[in-house]
Each structure stands twice: as structure tokens, then as C-alpha cells.
């Protein structure tokens, strides 16, 4: 009796070790770098960043042109007027700098919340993808190494990529129509 559960043990743990886990990976930088949502991200932030310097420079400009008047005033005046004459530029060029540095700051800000949810977006699609595809195990590559090597016939990066962005496309496509409907 004991040889036979014993066998049946030994039949039933071979079994279970024969049942194959679907593994497969993915580059996580291809796969983010050619993620149509972060292209137009990029792209959007892209044209706000030629905006703003665009701004910036004309006000460099004028700070540049303003500051060359006064230096030439400054030069027939008494110490005492020079001390209140650059008091009076700094302070009227100064809220001014400040502006430009928070809209700056602002910006680089909403980049990267944009890019964090992009990133957030991608891991809960390649979650799915995995779900609905049967794989026990998805494995990011990246530069930190994480898969150094990885057989050609489990990497699905084309496959996600493709799968994402007509997720994205598709999104995209059923928002315009609602907007152009209204």
C-alpha cells in the first residue's frame, strides 16, 4: 500500500512539473519609447517649451536692451543715485525672473506627472496583456539589467508595443468622435 501512494506521489509531483509557465519579457524602453501616448506627450510639451523660450528670450532682450540704457544713465550720476538706480532695475527685474523660473518649474513639473502617468499606464497594460495572454511571468529588460538575456521567442516587445498604441489610437479615436459629435 505504501508503494503504491508512493508512487502515486512521485506521478502526481512529475505531472505538475511537466505543466509549462508561459514566460516571456519585454525592452521597457522600446516599449516606452515608441508608446504613442508619450510621443504626444513629448510633442505637446515640446511646442510649450519652444513657447516659453521663445518668451523668455524676447524678455532677456528687453532686460538686456533696459540695462544698457541705465548703465550709460548711471555713468553721469552720483554714487548715491547709481545705488538707488540699480535698487530700482533689480527690483522691477526680479518678480519678473521669478515668474519665468516657477513657470519653468511648473512646466517640468507637469512633464514629468504626465511621463509618471504614462510609465503607470504601460505597466498596468503589460499586466493585462499578460493576464489575458496566459503568461505566468512578464520580465521587464532595461539598463539596470534586470533580464541581461533572454531568448528571442519569449520577447514580446513588438507584440505589446503594437497592442498598446491601438489601445491608445482606439481611445483616441472614440474622444474625437465625441467631441466632434457635440
Known sequence: MKKIILGLAVLISGASCQEQQKIAFIDNGDVIND?????????????????FTKQRDSIAQMYQSEMQSI????????PQQQQQESQA?????????????MQQQ???????TE?????????KFVEGY?????YTLVLGKNQAGSVVYGDETIDITEEIIKAINEEYNGKDASTEEAATEE
Open 115 to 123: 511621463m509618471d502617468s504614462v510609465i503607470s499606464k504601460m505597466n
Open 35 to 51: 508608446y504613442q501616448m508619450k510621443i504626444d506627450i513629448e510633442a505637446k510639451f515640446e511646442n510649450q517649451n519652444v513657447d
Open 71 to 78: 548703465q550709460q544713465r548711471l555713468a553721469q550720476m552720483s
Open 130 to 134: 499578460g493576464k489575458d495572454n496566459g
Open 89 to 101: 532695475f533689480s527690483q522691477k527685474w526680479q518678480p519678473i525672473q521669478q515668474q519665468m523660473q
Open 106 to 112: 511648473q512646466m517640468e513639473q507637469m512633464f514629468n
